[in-house]
């Protein structure tokens, strides 16, 4: 009966501490590529600079900025002026700590062509949570074309 009481107290304890622990062993909690959506959805589609920013390293959180023609100021006039913001996940990599997601964006407007961007996250693990490391946006004279290796 004993044993038994302790077989049960030692397998309540186990499940609890693996419970408590998350079952990750020390890894930093959350996805990289869950970073880099959220940084999207807040600089392309809600135009929140700050909060974008939040997500970055104090360094790259300098960069993003809302110049002139830049997305964010593109996203704070997307319903005013009938344009609509896309992009989709073109391109990931995730190894260890360093991590990279590659988006094309079209920006279409009511009155005019559209613009065509692809943007570069860099995350990484920095202390335990995910960063964005580095912003790379580049516009591009055209739709996007797929590139065939051959």
């Given at each position: 009966?004993?044993l038994?009481?302790?077989?049960?107290?030692?397998?309540?304890?186990?499940?609890?501490?693996l419970t408590?622990?998350g079952?990750?062993?020390?890894?930093?909690?959350?996805d990289?590529i869950?970073v880099?959506e959220q940084f999207m959805?807040?600089?392309y589609h809600?135009?929140n600079?700050k909060e974008?920013?939040?997500?970055?390293?104090?360094?790259?959180?300098?960069?993003i900025?809302?110049?002139?023609?830049?997305p964010?100021v593109?996203?704070?006039?997307?319903?005013?002026a009938?344009?609509e913001?896309?992009y989709f996940?073109k391109?990931?990599?995730?190894e260890?700590?360093?991590s990279?997601?590659?988006?094309?964006?079209t920006i279409?407007?009511?009155d005019?062509?559209?613009?065509?961007?692809?943007?570069?996250?860099?995350?990484?693990?920095?202390?335990?949570?995910w960063?964005?490391?580095?912003?790379?946006e580049?516009?591009h004279?055209?739709?996007h074309?797929?590139?065939?290796?051959?």
């Amino acid at each position: 009966m004993k044993l038994r009481n302790i077989a049960t107290g030692t397998l309540i304890l186990s499940l609890f501490f693996l419970t408590g622990c998350g079952g990750e062993g020390g890894v930093a909690k959350g996805d990289p590529i869950t970073v880099a959506e959220q940084f999207m959805d807040l600089y392309y589609h809600k135009a929140n600079i700050k909060e974008a920013a939040a997500l970055a390293t104090p360094e790259t959180a300098q960069k993003i900025d809302p110049a002139p023609g830049s997305p964010a100021v593109d996203a704070s006039k997307e319903k005013d002026a009938g344009q609509e913001i896309s992009y989709f996940l073109k391109e990931k990599s995730m190894e260890g700590k360093h991590s990279y997601a590659l988006y094309l964006i079209t920006i279409t407007r009511k009155d005019a062509e559209p613009i065509y961007k692809t943007t570069a996250l860099f995350i990484d693990l920095v202390g335990e949570a995910w960063k964005i490391t580095l912003f790379d946006e580049k516009i591009h004279n055209g739709p996007h074309q797929e590139v065939k290796k051959g």
